[in-house]
């Protein structure tokens, strides 16, 4: 069973400060995705990725699919309070989707 | 556009009760379907998936099963809950296997 594991798992920190956030297995995807969810709702995705190395800026946050596309980051600048919420990869693998174990991240004013 | 609907909102049953949980898409034909459980801040455990009418595949061995009677309605069911049931059951699309999948808005079950 392809595992996607995420770290860090819980994350807190002040408004204004950067993180990172990373994906990491030992298979090959097809491509990676990023989703955030908010307590009591469901995920929605941020971003996909497809190419290994590519890079995608969505505003603060930057994606990055590994070289060998077995990783991902996640890079946020200047935290917001709004960004708080949990943070899930997931993989694509031999058509299924592969969820990571999630980062759960509290950004404090 | 597409939209997805679970219900209810909010469950709490007493252990052994039966459950049924459903799930519909609205504007879209023929898509993947899936069941996840989600324990308190963690990631997915996918629990079942479909792919057309009448196919279920489970993921995990488990007292729940569930169902697809018609193209864009899925339904988690159990006719005995355990203590270990409660949980977020999210309901998701995708138009095909491995794509961007489309989450609904929860279940949020408690089994006393």
């Known amino acids: 069973t392809q595992l996607l594991e995420q770290s860090p798992q819980f994350l807190s920190i002040q408004e204004g400060e950067n993180l990172t956030v990373y994906c990491n297995s030992s298979?090959?995807?097809?491509?990676l995705q990023w989703y955030r969810q908010e307590p009591g709702e469901g995920p929605v995705l941020l971003v996909t990725v497809v190419t290994g190395g590519e890079v995608k800026k969505l505003k603060r946050l930057t994606f990055q699919f590994g070289d060998a596309r077995k990783d991902s980051s996640l890079h946020i600048t200047a935290a917001q309070p709004g960004d708080t919420g949990l943070y899930l990869c997931a993989g694509e693998h031999t058509d299924k989707l592969i969820f990571g174990t999630g980062t759960r991240l509290q950004v404090f004013p | 556009s597409q939209t997805i609907h679970q219900w209810p909102a909010t469950l709490v049953q007493p252990v052994g009760s039966p459950l049924s949980l459903e799930c519909t898409v609205e504007g879209t034909s023929n898509p993947n379907l899936y069941w996840y459980r989600q324990a308190a801040g963690r990631g997915l455990q996918l629990l079942f998936y479909?792919?057309?009418?009448?196919?279920i595949s489970s993921e995990v061995p488990q007292n729940l099963s569930a169902s697809r009677p018609q193209d864009r309605q899925f339904i988690l069911s159990s006719k005995k809950l355990l203590l270990s049931d409660s949980g977020f059951y999210l309901c998701a699309w995708s138009v095909h296997s491995g794509d961007t999948q489309y989450f609904g808005p929860g279940t949020r079950l408690t089994v006393l």
């Open positions: 479909s792919v057309g009418i009448g196919q």
């Open positions: 298979s090959v995807f097809s491509s």
